[in-house]
Every structure is written in structure tokens, then in C-alpha cells.
């Protein structure tokens, strides 16, 4: 073997050194010729660069990684939104309340699929199941934002649903506050109770205060 390998030499020597290109490589295998410049490259290199199925293959990898980082942080915005409303939403009715005591006055909450009203009865019309806003004599009532997620009365779309405070501050409706949208918040329901209001999360159809 090292009499052919010291023979190839001797050739590749004697050739290039009468103005020819190498012949043979370091590794012993023949050189290919490639263009019209002579110019030649070792056949046993390895040529980089990626195959057209790599290509596809990584491209699919990085979609799939995008698509469930997109939906991931869908899902958490929706649950950011849906505590925030829900908490604000318990604040308001907590003031209702207080207020209905400290000014000897009916407050009531009517809810609507998309909003909901925080009204003082001045006028004193109100009674333990129903409320009506009088212009004039009651002040105007405070409108919420409008909401991210819709609001449901006791599971059903509320159609200017009432909840009444009276000047005890004792609620004479009672129920529950959800969401339409239902993602795993740690926030989503309110429970409307006789003395008390509390937030809470559904669980098999109730909520559950937390």
C-alpha cells in the first residue's frame, strides 16, 4: 500500500511540476476537474448546505411552535381579561352595597348581556323585586365599561336583570354572576348572596367562592 500511495506521489509530483494541476488528493483519491479553468476539488469532501427536505421539515417545526405560542398567549389575555372584569364587576357591587347602607337608600345593578348600571334610588320606588330609574329624581346611574366577555344571570343572557339592595344593604335578588367564555380563569363567577358577595371560580355548574 505505501509502495502505491509513494507511487501516486511520484506521478502528482512529476505532473504538476511540468505545469499540470494535481492529480490526486492528500487522502490518495483521484481530484475531479470542474469548469474550464482547471480548477479541481477533492471528490471526498463533504459539501454543506441543507437537502430541500430539511428545509421543509424545519419550516413545519417552527410553524407549529408558533401556532401554539400564539394560542397559548390568546388564552392567557382571555383569562387576564375575565379576571379583571370580574373583579371589577364584585368592586362595584361591594360599593353598591356599603352605599345602600350608609345612605338609607335602594341601590340596585341592572345587568345586560354587555354592560351593567349602578343605580341610587332617590325617589324611593324601589321594593324588595323590582327597581325603576325615575329622571330627575334619581341621579344619574353609573354605566360599567363595556365587557370582554358577556355576562350571564344564573347561567341564561340577562335582559336588564336587577339586583336590589335595600337600605339595609341586604340583597332581596340573589344569584349568580358568570361569564360566557369559559377558560380556566382563576377568577370568573361572583356569588350574589343575601349579607355577603363573593368572587369565585365555576366549578360543575356552581361557584365556588374563593
Request: proline share 3%.
Amino acid at each position: 500500500m505505501s509502495k502505491i500511495r509513494f507511487g501516486l506521489e511520484a506521478v502528482q509530483f512529476r505532473h504538476t511540476r511540468e505545469g499540470g494541476y494535481p492529480l490526486f488528493g492528500k487522502n490518495g483519491f483521484p481530484l475531479t476537474t470542474c469548469g474550464n479553468d482547471g480548477s479541481s476539488e477533492d471528490t471526498n469532501v463533504k459539501q454543506d448546505g441543507f437537502t430541500l427536505v430539511e428545509l421543509i421539515v424545519v419550516t413545519f417545526i417552527i410553524g407549529t411552535i408558533l401556532t401554539i405560542a400564539t394560542l397559548n398567549f390568546r388564552t392567557m389575555t382571555i383569562k387576564s381579561n375575565i379576571e379583571s372584569q370580574i373583579k371589577q364587576m364584585h368592586s362595584d357591587l361591594m360599593t353598591a352595597r356599603i352605599e345602600a347602607m350608609d345612605r338609607n337608600t335602594y341601590h340596585f345593578v341592572t345587568l345586560n348581556a354587555n354592560q351593567y348600571t349602578v343605580t341610587e334610588d332617590k325617589a324611593g320606588n324601589c321594593t324588595t323585586s323590582n327597581c325603576v330609574y325615575v329622571a330627575g329624581s334619581d341621579p344619574v346611574p353609573f354605566n360599567s365599561p363595556m365587557m370582554v366577555s358577556a355576562i350571564l344571570w344564573n347561567g341564561a343572557a340577562p335582559a336588564n336583570a336587577e339586583i336590589i339592595f335595600d337600605n339595609r344593604g341586604l340583597a332581596t335578588v340573589t344569584g349568580t354572576i358568570s361569564v360566557s367564555d369559559t377558560v380556566g380563569a382563576s377568577y370568573d363567577c361572583i356569588l350574589v348572596e343575601t349579607t355577603r358577595t363573593s368572587i369565585g371560580a365555576m366549578s360543575g355548574g356552581n361557584c365556588v367562592a374563593k
